[in-house]
């Protein structure tokens, strides 16, 4: 044999005794970990505790001719303290605000509707792609490149209506419309136009049908409360303990400075935004043209006929939203 085909020879050699004992050291490790850490599968989603974070390995297989739906299916969200928040626009009263004044950090304030997406949201969102009898577009925004984030989202900013106001549209997810806070620019690991630090923002239009319209004395009693506008509408929510108050603003602009407090102000910047890009309306004037307060749809006996002279106008006020 030829003196350089021994030394190659000897060379692999002593590369196999060095690196050896590493390669079997690793393989113990790993056969350690699996059998002290095992993964708990829940709904589809399966739970590794191994380290300190939760890691969330998506098992599915439904969506695997859709590159774009696993490529999000097998993300992990859980390291990211994702939030998600509602512009929820009445068509003549205005963005709906709730009044918070029990923060021990902070003095009373306005808040939009929403707060923390939650695991069970993240299962609640993987539940509906998993469903053969749904079809996918009826729940996945087409220009969506994460749908899971984003349908989570929006089950969680459900969720919080819920719970902070008594609206419940939990089955009624498609009215919750992404708001575009700019044109497609790149946020951290996607890309979206709703999202701003790992906050996620919605739009939905209101009707008189979410609220409680009838009822007023009775209701009071129950702990259903009446908005703080001077000239109130008709409309009434059960508020949760966290919020003391609700106020209807027809000004976006002036909704923008009483939302300063909330969640660091990201809030109010983003709904800024969304009024740079044309996502929300403003209804001062809309308000003006049809006081006094008019039910739409459901006028009180009272207000039949003046519900009857603005139909027309109000009509051009809800097709000026696209969710509507």
Excluded: W
Excluded at 158 to 166: F, N
Excluded at 195 to 214: N, S
Excluded at 288 to 315: C, F, L, Q, W, Y
Aim: proline fraction near 5%.
């Amino acid at each position: 044999m030829p003196t350089s085909a021994r030394r190659q020879q000897l060379t692999i050699k002593q590369l196999i005794v060095f690196i050896g004992p590493f390669i079997l050291a690793t393989f113990y490790t790993i056969s350690i970990h699996r059998t002290t850490h095992p993964s708990v599968v829940d709904n589809g989603i399966k739970y590794d505790h191994s380290s300190s974070s939760t890691q969330i390995i998506i098992t599915t297989q439904q969506h695997n001719n859709n590159p774009t739906i696993m490529s999000d299916l097998n993300h992990d969200y859980t390291n990211d303290d994702y939030r998600a928040f509602l512009f929820g626009q009445h068509p003549i009263h205005g963005l709906l605000l709730l009044y918070c004044s029990r923060k021990k950090k902070k003095p009373p304030h306005f808040q939009a509707p929403g707060g923390h997406v939650d695991k069970e949201d993240f299962d609640a969102a993987l539940a509906r792609l998993q469903d053969t009898s749904i079809s996918s577009s009826s729940i996945i925004d087409e220009d969506s490149s994460h749908p899971l984030l984003l349908l989570a989202c929006k089950v969680g900013a459900a969720r919080e209506l819920y719970e902070e106001t008594g609206i419940d549209l939990r089955n009624d997810l498609h009215r919750f419309q992404p708001v575009q806070l700019r044109r497609s620019k790149k946020d951290g690991l996607f890309t979206t136009s709703c999202v701003l630090k790992h906050r996620l923002f919605f739009r939905v239009c209101f009707t008189d049908d979410d609220f409680v319209t009838q009822g007023f004395d009775s209701m009071v009693a129950l702990g259903i409360s009446q908005s703080m506008n001077t000239e109130a509408p008709m409309l009434m929510l059960k508020l949760s303990e966290e919020h003391q108050g609700f106020l209807f603003e027809p000004d976006p602009r002036r909704a923008v400075d009483l939302l300063v407090q909330h969640s660091g102000g990201k809030v109010s910047t983003a709904l800024d935004m969304a009024i740079a890009q044309g996502e929300i309306k403003d209804v001062t004037a809309s308000l003006e043209r049809n006081e006094p307060d008019v039910i739409v749809g459901h006028p009180m006996s009272n207000e039949a006929k003046d519900h009857t002279e603005t139909e027309k106008g109000v009509k051009g006020v809800l097709d000026c939203f696209e969710c509507c």
